[in-house]
């Protein structure tokens, strides 16, 4: 009988290597010009959308009611109002704003609120205003939107960025034109616009009922 001798060594350890992993370097994150939050002023407004049309060339915003949406088609040659009306609507500013004031067989005047909501948004966008752009032969047809003027001490007809108005007279409000920049004008929903201005008004042509509106873009 063989027998058989089996010499149990050890086996040798196997040696691990540990391999070094790169630290990750750490890459500063550098915000574009669109990334970065500007507050707009008198001084900064114009050159901001000056940029701002070239980069964004969207020109229809849908106003949504309760009474249904009205379609607005933006002019290309009156670019600073139009970039403000797509930069508000991107910005949301006008979601939860109203239809604030009421002309019978004028206008219908949108934009503003009684919401604190809505003076916050205003604060964090900035205080500026818009010079007039009314030499590109824009009547104020009914139908046309078009920009007030600011509440303040205006000899420069300068627009309130935060508020537009809607003619609903007809065949137009032609004594306007020269004096507020109209820079769009109704595509689909006039039915609504007449809707809305035969809404019953207080003393102060505010709608006694309210009419919040909310605004998005439309290819």
Do not use: W
């Not at 009914?142 to 960025?161: C, F, Q, T, W, Y």
């Not at 609903?168 to 595509?187: K, R």
Request: charged share 30%; with cysteine.
């Amino acid at each position: 009988m063989v027998l058989l001798v089996i010499n149990c060594q050890e086996k040798p350890k196997k040696k691990t290597i540990k391999v070094k992993v790169p630290e990750k370097k750490q890459v500063k994150k550098t915000e574009s010009k669109d990334q970065k939050e500007i507050v707009l002023n008198d001084d900064n407004a114009i050159p901001f959308f000056y940029e701002y049309a070239a980069k964004n060339k969207e020109n229809k915003v849908r106003i949504i009611t309760q009474y249904g949406n009205i379609d607005i088609l933006l002019y290309d040659n009156t670019p600073y109002h139009r970039a403000n009306f797509i930069y508000l609507t991107k910005k949301k500013y006008f979601d939860g704003t109203m239809f604030h004031r009421v002309v019978p067989k004028f206008i219908i005047q949108g934009g503003n609120s009684d919401n604190r909501k809505s003076m916050l948004k205003r604060r964090e966008i900035g205080r500026y205003l818009l010079p007039p752009d009314t030499n590109k032969a824009h009547s104020h047809h009914r139908g046309v939107i078009s920009m007030p003027s600011s509440e303040i001490d205006n000899p420069h007809k300068l627009a309130s960025p935060y508020e537009f108005f809607i003619v609903q007279q007809s065949p137009g409000a032609y004594h306007l034109d020269g004096n507020y920049t109209a820079f769009g004008e109704v595509i689909s929903g006039m039915e609504v616009v007449d809707q809305i201005n035969q809404l019953e008004v207080d003393g102060r042509e505010m709608p006694i009922k309210n009419t919040y509106i909310k605004t998005e873009i439309i290819r």
